[in-house]
């Protein structure tokens, strides 16, 4: 689970997570074979694309946040290889 | 002459119209009792410089305390978790936009449990909150920083977030009045996201006419919301009916609670208001289904935090390993908890299991309670089963989750919710503060305020 949820744990915190988990999750089966009908009273709104800002004016501060950064962009190790 | 335990909005205001005090006055004031009680409390993680003066407006000059997870612009905000590490607000929440406009002053930055990920502030990657009643104790949680600030009178309100209760459990602790708006009354932008369709932005105060005031300003669309809408419109009650389901907490509920609540609705039957016993056996299964749709909610908000775009960033042999290193170090348990379990509920084989299930549960509990309330204006049940707690009492987290089980019905359904203190009761020699929860039908605030006034009316 830690592997699929991207969160490296110690194997302590295997340990006490682990026993945690077993005990919530017996809990939340209580609601397990409910039955019905999901009502769908969600709506979609979209925002007209329009009045946009100026091109960049949020770069400068959304960028500060980074921990690396290369000109105009936010750095990372390789994702994706080129094999 | 500025009593910064006991003044409200409005006496302030009526104090600076009168010249009794000046808006740097109330500042200097409310700044130095904060800064001097932060240091048994911990309400705050920061207090800010005074900056501009304030706007003219309903709120001017009034300071307040804002939740750590709402953005400051040119401020740090940090959810009180060590990934958001030297992460400074880029832009400001709309609701923070909204109460500068009004003319309010922030005192600075509150703590919470990490990512509003608890029920004490026992969860802040910095140290837990004081209960200002009793300092052995837990403020409540997760806006136990935003409460506790306003108790020990460093604040004259605040700002909080609540998913689950994370205003009202609080407020209940620490004596106050806080209020769950509708879902979508508030506008979220600027809200660290834990659990997309339930968490709401809402005041923290010291009376029901401030929380309204606060909520007046607050509320609104904002097309950066698009879950945020316009309200319908209902009027103030005199005269309410209000149904209590006693099934639903009276065994989950500590007696002497029970009993304040009982003499409660005497109180207000003995005004002039009709109490109803009402049955609804759909609220038994809400815990367990928030557990189901918060940690689902909350595992694929917090998937941003990467240490590519802001806050802590560790190194690793490839961009996955930085990636979980980084969360490894940068989130604490009961994040990581969540996490797992909101990945497991969604995973293949397991999705419609335990999400579909609480998904469809949720579907019939907010069918119920609109039926419900049809035919009354207001749900109550004491807000928390039981007084603040000291620290260290609950270890397991089920333990903890519990103290949600009256509050959560709310953000499932949507609806608006307002705990009300309703007196104390006595726990190893200090008198503890506990609330009254009152839940309406959606965008029926209005009719939650009513029911405050009455209670506040019959002390």
């Known amino acids: 689970m830690a592997s699929l949820s991207h969160v490296a744990l110690t194997t302590e915190e295997v340990e006490a997570l682990g026993k945690n988990l077993n005990q919530i999750l017996e809990y939340v089966q209580k609601v397990k074979g409910e039955e019905g009908e999901v009502a769908h009273a969600h709506r979609n709104v979209m925002r007209a694309d329009e009045n946009p800002h100026e091109v960049g004016v949020w770069s400068k501060r959304l960028l500060n946040a980074a921990s690396q950064t290369d000109g105009d962009h936010f750095a990372s190790q390789t994702i994706l290889k080129n094999d | 002459m500025i009593d910064t335990n006991s003044l409200t909005i409005k006496e302030a205001q009526e104090g600076l119209g009168a010249g009794l005090y000046s808006t740097q006055d109330l500042w200097a004031t409310y700044s130095a009792e904060a800064k001097e009680k932060n240091s048994d409390v911990f309400a705050y993680l920061e207090l800010f410089e005074r900056e501009n003066s304030p706007k003219e407006g309903a709120l001017k000059g009034m300071p307040l305390a804002l939740k750590d997870n709402i953005l400051f612009e040119g401020h740090r905000a940090s959810a009180s978790s060590k990934i958001l590490e030297g992460y400074v607000a880029p832009y400001s929440a709309t609701a923070v936009t909204k109460c500068l406009d009004a003319g309010a002053v922030f005192l600075g930055r ?311 203190p309703m007196g104390t009761v006595t726990r190893t020699q200090s008198q503890l503060p506990v609330g009254i929860q009152f839940m309406a039908g959606h965008d029926n605030e209005a009719v939650l305020f009513s029911a405050g006034f009455a209670v506040e009316n019959s002390f």
């Open chain 2, 110 to 420: 509150t703590n919470m449990d990490e990512f509003a990920m608890g029920s004490s502030t026992e969860n802040s990657a910095f140290g837990a909150t004081k209960n200002p009643h009793d300092l052995a104790r837990i403020p409540g949680g997760s806006s136990g920083g935003s409460a506790a600030a306003v108790a020990m009178g460093g604040a004259i309100a605040a700002l909080g977030s609540d998913t689950g209760g994370s205003i009202r459990q609080p407020a209940s602790h620490c004596g106050l009045i806080g209020l769950k708006p509708t879902y979508g009354a508030v506008s979220r932008y600027g809200l660290i996201a834990m659990g997309s369709s339930l968490d709401q932005i809402g005041p923290i105060a010291k009376n029901v006419e401030d929380t309204e005031l606060l909520f007046n300003i607050i509320k609104g669309v904002d097309p950066f919301d698009s879950t945020s809408r316009e309200q319908e419109k209902f009027a103030p009650k005199k005269n309410l009916t209000i149904g209590v389901p006693y099934s639903f907490f009276e065994n989950a509920a500590d007696e002497d609670v029970v009993a304040l609540f009982k003499e409660k609705m005497k109180a207000l039957e003995d005004a002039g208001h009709t109490i109803k016993s009402i049955e609804l056996p759909v609220l038994s299964d809400a815990l367990a289904a928030y557990y189901i749709i918060m940690p689902a909610e909350a595992s694929t908000n917090l998937a941003r935090f990467d240490g590519i775009r802001y806050g802590l960033s560790k190194e690793g042999k490839d961009v996955r390993e930085a990636y979980e290193n980084t969360r490894k170090e940068g989130f604490g348990s009961e994040v990581k908890r969540r996490i797992l379990i909101g990945t497991y509920v969604l995973s293949a084989g397991y999705h419609d299991e335990f999400y579909g299930a609480a998904t469809r549960y949720r579907a019939s509990l907010t069918n119920e309670l609109t039926k419900v309330f049809a035919d009354i204006d207001i749900v109550a049940t004491p807000t928390v089963p039981s007084p603040a707690y000291t620290f260290g009492e609950k270890q397991d987290p089920l333990s903890v989750y519990l103290e949600d089980i009256f509050t959560v019905p709310a953000n499932l359904s949507g609806i608006p919710a307002l705990s009300v």
